[in-house]
């Protein structure tokens, strides 16, 4: 199985979060601000059920496609979900409470790549 690079890892997981509708799909590219990772991967959901609907998604494709990750938090809780893949770290957000810490203006230089399902 080719390896995907850390752009096409992100915009897979963004497309699997839209898949379970979830929306606001947006991809940070810290690359050349970070050593954390290389790209945010953020989206939104309605309901926690919602949210851990959409980051149980990610995780069975990400895995199918031969991704698992390294640390994931927030799954129970459906509040706010982290898959970290080292490169990619994916944020699946109850949307208040992405409102309220408020990602994109915390990393306000970064890129930014919008997701779409039209």
Same mark, same amino acid.
């Given at each position: 199985?080719?390896? &995907?690079?850390?752009?096409? *890892?992100? !915009?897979?997981? %963004? !497309?699997?979060?839209?898949?379970?509708? $979830?929306? +606001?799909?947006?991809? *940070?590219?810290?690359?050349? &601000?970070?050593?954390?990772? +290389?790209?945010?991967?953020?989206?939104? %959901? /309605?309901? =926690?059920?919602?949210?851990?609907?959409?980051?149980?998604?990610?995780?069975?494709?990400? @895995?199918?496609? $031969?991704?698992?990750?390294?640390?994931?938090? %927030?799954?129970?809780? %459906?509040?706010?979900? &982290?898959? =970290?893949?080292? +490169?990619?770290?994916?944020?699946?957000?109850?949307?208040?409470? !992405?409102?309220?810490? @408020?990602? /994109?203006? *915390?990393? $306000?230089?970064?890129?930014?790549?919008? *997701?779409? =399902?039209?």
């Amino acid at each position: 199985m080719k390896k &995907l690079s850390a752009l096409a *890892l992100a !915009r897979m997981a %963004g !497309r699997l979060a839209l898949e379970k509708k $979830g929306f +606001d799909v947006k991809i *940070l590219k810290l690359k050349r &601000l970070s050593s954390v990772c +290389d790209y945010f991967v953020i989206a939104s %959901g /309605e309901a =926690d059920r919602q949210v851990t609907a959409i980051a149980r998604t990610i995780h069975d494709g990400l @895995a199918k496609a $031969g991704y698992k990750p390294y640390y994931r938090e %927030g799954v129970n809780e %459906g509040n706010w979900v &982290l898959l =970290d893949y080292i +490169d990619v770290v994916v944020h699946i957000f109850y949307e208040p409470t !992405r409102q309220f810490y @408020a990602l /994109e203006k *915390l990393w $306000g230089d970064a890129p930014i790549e919008e *997701l779409s =399902d039209r």
